[in-house]
């Protein structure tokens, strides 16, 4: 849990240069700042702007982002804030994709972020200020349960979001404007698979069943996936079945063979191995350090 709290600190230095810490949250409440390029990086990206506007180029494209509705788009997509109009502040958070995708939110809320649209909630609610400045003061006491409590609650806001209702802005329609070259290059493949992995992890699935669901060769749907994730498939299944177990482990009072068996581990042993490879902690001691907040 204390991924979310490394802040994110991204390289200007050149033209579309790919950032790293793809594997880990980011929470910044900041001036907007114009960016002197475009840069781009795995995560899912969630933009507040309070008392204040800014214009972006997102893929070769000037959008204009408004002020007081929540922002959301698939960070591989490049982008830059090319100008601010107001003396407010915007709120980023990054979520890695892994973590996104165990959410589980609507599959056409997640298929138009993944195909590389700009999603901005049709409703605006005052209470996101006060909200996302608790956040940042939880997230600050370095707590692990606060941080598990921030995490479910932007969960939670970003399914309002999906409910309520929200708009695209045409980022990803090919048919007018200039569209910049993505270094990103399958992403409908990446979207077919990371779809695919989202609604079977939790089951016993291959690389060759993932590769068949988007008509690619195993081989080159794993060189092509690990170009575009950083990580090869079989890790992101194991990360998203990870997050899955660490939900249970904090919400639920499930024993740990059960959490291990939904979560889509073959066996405890596997589990046990995985956990402490990845938290150097065991599940029980994940659960104990979770499930009690520091007075």
Known sequence: ????????????????????NEDKFGFRIHSPDVMPHSHWHGHIEVNFLFNCEAEYLMNGRKIYLPQGRMILFWASIPHQMTASVGDGYMVNIYIPLQAFQQWKFPSEFIGALLRGEVLVAEQSHAADVALTQLWDKDLAQKNDALTAQVV???????????????????????TTGKE???PVAGLSHIDTMLRYIADHYDQKITIPDVAAATGLHPNYAMKLFHRVMKISIKQYINRLRLLHAQALLVDTEQGVLTIAIEAGFGSISRFYDIFQQELQMTPQQYRNKTQKISA
């Open 180 to 182: 910049q070259k993505n």
């Open 1 to 20: 849990m204390q991924e979310w709290l490394q802040r994110i600190i991204f390289d200007y230095s050149s033209p579309l240069t790919r950032q790293g």
């Open 152 to 174: 479910s609650e932007i969960r939670g806001r970003i399914r309002r979001m999906s409910v309520e209702g929200y708009q695209t802005l045409g980022v990803s329609d090919k």
